[in-house]
């Protein structure tokens, strides 16, 4: 028997729907609000002053007219000089290789690292989880800090005290981030739930305020077409950063095993131990849930000539990692009640540990069509148990 539980999808669409609205809100805003910003309308007219024909149409759009656009004679023409990309590239190779640095580290571990590889904390009643919600997603609270931190960091350099703009400190300073990867190997490994979103936020509060500090500091001495390109290069490293971490991102994954572990668990040659009423042995497997998901065996048992019972189970990751187990007596009943009796505990477990998707795995077929076909059954608590929260729905798979 494979029953999936799974959230209801209204939350992902609301995401994607106020993700997408705010994607064309930003989209609108640059091409129509921020061209017609003072400072914004000064700075393309300096640049088209020094010689920029980048932001001619830019200005054209906001009605501002160039000096390009007014007829001078040729002798009063002067050709601003300018450097060539190669020259611009070679002077500020230290600030196209911090960018780099920068989010190579940063996307070697945010988000995929910090979603798979956090341990198995969960929130469970801890304070986070009664600050957000009673389902509260540890990895999403991580992504959440960390989102936060880098935005705030971002308006530390405006306070010129604390703005770093020696080339030697900016390097020193985004080499020693790498002090991050052991320091999230042994959280992961040994720290509980506080100090991994304590170095989260660290994490994210270093990339914003450096990513500034550098992308400000850099085009300082240049004229408008020089920064033009020196912006150019420096995006362009600052996103082979990105392809770089996300690729590292993939073999930090593999080098723990990560990856492709514990496909299926399965007994290649099952031996019954006594008398089976089966004339061959059946295979028993057991395969790994979807990313993200978690799965729990469960099973109930009773001795008919006694009539006491007990039931237990046990929870894995998609990696094939054990989570939490139970394992009790519960007195006198049959192997349907045990049955039903363990699915009760697990899921209780489920709803105490905040889990949203989790897969369901029994073998008593009994039991299945009894979800299945929602048949009248005695032990009621068990019955109101199963659909105790209204937002969880039950898909049962044959």
Not at 41 to 58: I, Q
Request: hydrophobic fraction near 45%.
């Amino acid at each position: 028997m494979h029953i999936y539980i799974y959230s209801s999808g209204l939350n992902r669409v609301l995401f994607l729907t106020i993700s997408t609205f705010t994607e064309f809100l930003c989209i609108l805003l640059y091409a129509f609000y921020f061209p017609r910003l003072p400072i914004v309308k000064y700075y393309r007219s300096k640049a088209a002053s020094e010689g920029s024909k980048t932001v001619t149409a830019d200005l054209a759009a906001a009605g501002v007219q160039t000096q390009a656009d007014i007829e001078v004679s040729n002798d009063a023409k002067v050709v601003p000089t300018r450097l060539s990309t190669m020259q611009i590239f070679k002077q500020n190779i230290d600030f196209c290789l911090d960018l780099f640095l920068i989010y190579v580290l940063t996307l070697s571990i945010f988000p995929g690292f910090i979603y798979e590889n956090t341990g198995n904390h969960q929130l469970g009643t801890w304070y986070f989880k009664r600050l957000f919600s009673k389902h509260a997603s540890y990895p999403l609270v991580l992504v959440a800090m960390y989102n936060v931190l880098d935005l705030i960091s971002r308006y530390i350099p405006l306070i010129k005290c604390l703005k770093i703009e020696s080339r030697k400190g900016l390097l020193i300073a985004i080499l020693l981030r790498f002090l991050f990867v052991p320091a999230y190997y042994f959280t992961a490994k040994y720290a509980d739930q506080g100090w991994m979103i304590l170095l989260t936020s660290i994490l994210g509060l270093t990339n914003g305020y450096l990513t500034v500090c550098v992308m400000t500091v850099a085009p300082k001495g240049y004229n408008g077409p020089e920064q033009n390109a020196l912006g150019n290069i420096l995006v362009l490293f600052l996103l082979g950063g990105i392809f770089a971490g996300v690729c590292l991102d993939w073999l930090w994954l593999i080098a723990f095993n990560k990856i492709l572990r514990f496909e299926k668990l399965i007994q290649q040659r099952p031996v019954c131990l006594f008398g089976s009423l089966h004339k061959e042995s059946i295979p028993v497997s057991w395969e790994k849930p979807k990313i993200g998901w978690t799965k729990l065996n469960f099973d109930g048992s009773s001795k008919p000539e006694v009539g006491k019972a007990s039931i237990g189970g046990l929870f894995r990751n998609h990696k094939a990692e054990f989570l939490l187990g139970y394992a009790e007596s519960i007195g006198k009943a049959n192997s349907i009640i045990a049955e039903l009796a363990a699915l009760r505990r697990g899921l209780e477990l489920v709803l105490e540990n905040g889990w949203s998707d989790v897969w369901l795995e029994g073998d008593a077929k009994t039991l299945l069509q009894i979800i299945a076909q929602r048949r009248q059954i005695r032990c009621a608590e068990a019955q109101r148990q199963i659909r105790s929260d209204g937002n969880i729905y039950l898909l049962v798979l044959i």
